[in-house]
């Protein structure tokens, strides 16, 4: 929902812009700019979604590899969101929330019993770590917003330590992950 009514907000002031004429540098800037705003929103809640997960993985565990995993979770994500959130701050972008599709996640996992719980939550934890690791990649690459392209910059190999370790995690469970790896390998050679 926010993302929607930031993108409905910027299209509107894009119109408006190409109606009074305005360059088309400046349209290309507020372009860009917003892809920067949705990148911090998307992330941002994605660290919110992981640090939630982390704390329902210690409650749920059974594996003590999927407990150990979640713990790590909590720590490094609740370090990353207070970076997010005043990066998110700095840039003049809204503070971060957890967007719907990301509680809804959220929800799914937390009605979940515990026998099923280990190989799901690491199925979905390489999964979103993926995806991370690819608009983390395109950020650090094409952000506009210098202090955001370099927390991305920062922040990268960090994502990518935690991508590993979810995989070698998700493998000791049995934990299906060959659809999230070849999706991640096919998005970083498109960027």
Do not use: C, W
């Amino acid at each position: 929902m926010v993302v929607k009514n930031l993108v409905s907000a910027t299209v509107t002031g894009l119109l408006l812009s190409a109606a009074l004429g305005a360059a088309p540098a400046a349209a290309q800037g507020t372009r860009a700019l917003v892809s920067d705003s949705i990148f911090i929103q998307r992330v941002s809640s994605d660290g919110l979604l992981q640090a939630k997960l982390g704390q329902l993985a210690e409650k749920k565990g059974a594996s003590p590899a999927v407990v150990d995993f979640g713990k790590r979770m909590v720590t490094d994500y609740s370090k990353a969101n207070e970076e997010l959130k005043t990066a998110a701050k700095q840039a003049a972008f809204p503070a971060p929330v957890l967007l719907r599709e990301d509680q809804q996640t959220f929800d799914r996992f937390n009605r979940m019993g515990q026998s099923s719980f280990d190989k799901a939550y690491m199925a979905e934890a390489v999964r979103h770590h993926s995806e991370v690791v690819r608009l983390f990649q395109r950020e650090a690459e094409s952000g506009r917003v210098q202090s955001l392209k370099q927390l991305a910059s920062r922040m990268l190999p960090d994502l990518q330590q935690r991508l590993s370790l979810a995989t070698e995690t998700a493998g000791s469970v049995g934990a299906d992950v060959t659809a999230s790896s070849s999706e991640a390998s096919e998005g970083q050679a498109t960027y």
